[in-house]
């Protein structure tokens, strides 16, 4: 867990670490196409080159690396580029058109690829909410479409339309402030999504039938067989952290109540836990998929949390812009935190295969994954998604999304 004297703002003097991992929107490395350009892989890479190709519009959120294929989800469609040709096989559109986010209501809407296994291959999922127009005396609708690709291939296998939509507005995407639609993870042929704040549906993966749906939880993440989430605030604000099936949707277990809650998927093994228990006191906890919590500890802990599993053994957590902290992605133990003696907490952007990616005063760097040690002091950008051909990047504020070739 993270000391509680540092979340509380003190030091706390951490062991030589050595350094860098990578990123929740990339995937273990698969053997690359003969048909492709050869390019030297890099399992992880911590330089890049200077110049990228164009992959896209996007938000850095919404592209999603497998091996030497990106795919950018965009406000209308996505976008599929082979790395190593700079071509691109591929476009992905809804047969619908997409729900745009009204002006000054919230940020853009997202459409984040999510990968899963589909009939026992690796497949890429990306959600848009769409507006089905009036038909006949059908009047005019929304609901949730997916867009289905071969992982490798960026090929489009299918549009799954799902008969879903948010609590907020009576059904109206329009009034959600947050993202549209969220895929949180899949088990066997079940995709679970959450849509708008509070509402969590699992789906057919073949044929987009709603097999289950619950209007009052915030899914956070699928372990194994397992939706882990938290319920709906009451008028109180109170929360519970719940576990449903994947499969039926049906309650499993709940813990204590809780307060502004913030649940973060962090890996397989577990789900991390912040919020607020007793009087304001800020709880952390790792949550696994039976619901039993582990590293209880309360402290002043600064909000916004989030973690990146480098998709090999580590999970890198950050609260805010003043504190990270690196577990092992399978037991929970801490591994390192920054903070430091001597040392500042960096701004991560990406984790992958034991790399550490981001900025230390807006200078790029790598870090150790496993030791938190500087790893590479000059990579050459703070990639967003990494892969071991290339790392993604965008200029600030700009939405247009490059790849750039890895080097080293």
């Given at each position: 867990m993270p000391d509680r004297r540092l979340a509380a703002g003190a030091l706390l003097t951490v062991a030589a670490l050595a350094a860098c991992t990578s990123d929740p929107a990339s995937t273990p490395l698969t053997p690359a196409s003969s048909a492709a350009a050869p390019r030297q892989a890099f399992d992880p890479p911590v330089r890049f080159a200077a110049?990228?190709?164009?992959?896209?519009?996007?938000?850095?959120?919404?592209?999603?690396?497998?091996?030497?294929?990106?795919?950018?989800?965009?406000?209308?469609?996505?976008?599929?580029?082979?790395?190593?040709?700079?071509?691109?096989?591929?476009?992905?559109?809804?047969?619908?058109?997409?729900?745009?986010?009204?002006?000054?209501?919230?940020?853009?809407?997202?459409?984040?690829?999510?990968?899963?296994?589909?009939?026992?291959?690796?497949?890429?999922?990306?959600?848009?909410?769409?507006?089905?127009?009036?038909?006949?005396?059908?009047?005019?609708?929304?609901?949730?479409?997916?867009?289905?690709?071969?992982?490798?291939?960026?090929?489009?296998?299918?549009?799954?339309?799902?008969?879903?939509v948010p609590a907020e507005g009576d059904g109206d995407f329009t009034a959600v402030a947050g993202e549209y639609v969220t895929v949180v993870g899949a088990q066997g042929n079940t995709l679970v999504l959450t849509v708008g704040k509070q509402v969590t549906v699992g789906v057919d993966l073949t044929t987009g039938s709603v097999l289950w749906r619950n209007t009052a939880l915030q899914a956070a993440t699928v372990l194994d067989d397992t939706v882990v989430g938290l319920?709906?605030?009451?008028?109180?604000?109170?929360?519970?952290?719940?576990?449903?099936g994947v499969a039926d949707g049906a309650p499993r277990w709940s813990t204590e109540t809780v307060r502004n809650a913030?649940?973060?998927?962090?890996?397989?093994?577990?789900?991390?836990?912040?919020?607020?228990?007793?009087?304001?006191?800020?709880?952390?906890?790792?949550?696994?998929?039976?619901?039993?919590?582990?590293?209880?500890?309360?402290?002043?802990?600064?909000?916004?949390?989030?973690?990146?599993?480098?998709?090999?053994?580590?999970?890198v957590c950050t609260m805010g812009t003043s504190?990270?902290?690196?577990?092992?992605?399978?037991?929970?133990?801490?591994?390192?935190?920054?903070?430091?003696?001597?040392?500042?907490?960096?701004?991560?952007?990406?984790?992958?295969?034991?790399?550490?990616?981001?900025?230390?005063?807006?200078?790029?760097?790598?870090?150790?994954?496993?030791?938190?040690?500087?790893?590479?002091?000059?990579?050459g950008l703070a990639p967003v998604a990494v892969s071991a051909y290339s790392g993604v990047s965008g200029a600030t504020g700009d939405t247009s999304l490059s790849a750039y070739p890895a080097t080293g």
């Open positions: 110049t990228g190709q164009p992959l896209g519009d996007g938000r850095s959120q919404d592209v999603l690396l497998y091996d030497q294929t990106a795919f950018v989800g965009g406000e209308t469609g996505a976008t599929v580029t082979n790395l190593l040709t700079g071509r691109a096989p591929a476009t992905l559109s809804p047969t619908n058109p997409p729900v745009q986010r009204p002006g000054g209501l919230g940020k853009p809407v997202g459409h984040t690829p999510h990968l899963v296994q589909r009939a026992g291959k690796p497949a890429v999922v990306i959600p848009y909410a769409v507006q089905i127009p009036a038909s006949g005396t059908t009047t005019a609708q929304q609901a949730v479409q997916l867009l289905v690709a071969d992982a490798g291939t960026g090929e489009q296998l299918a549009v799954l339309s799902v008969a879903a319920t709906a605030p009451d008028a109180g604000l109170a929360q519970k952290v719940i576990g449903v913030e649940l973060a998927p962090a890996g397989p093994a577990y789900a991390v836990l912040l919020a607020e228990q007793g009087r304001g006191k800020r709880l952390y906890a790792r949550i696994s998929g039976d619901g039993t919590l582990t590293d209880r500890a309360t402290g002043a802990y600064p909000s916004g949390l989030a973690c990146r599993y480098d998709q090999a053994a580590v999970t504190l990270v902290f690196a577990l092992d992605a399978t037991s929970g133990e801490q591994l390192w935190q920054l903070p430091a003696t001597g040392r500042t907490a960096p701004t991560i952007t990406a984790v992958w295969h034991g790399a550490v990616y981001g900025a230390a005063s807006d200078t790029p760097m790598v870090l150790d994954a496993k030791t938190g040690t500087d790893r590479e002091p000059s990579p």
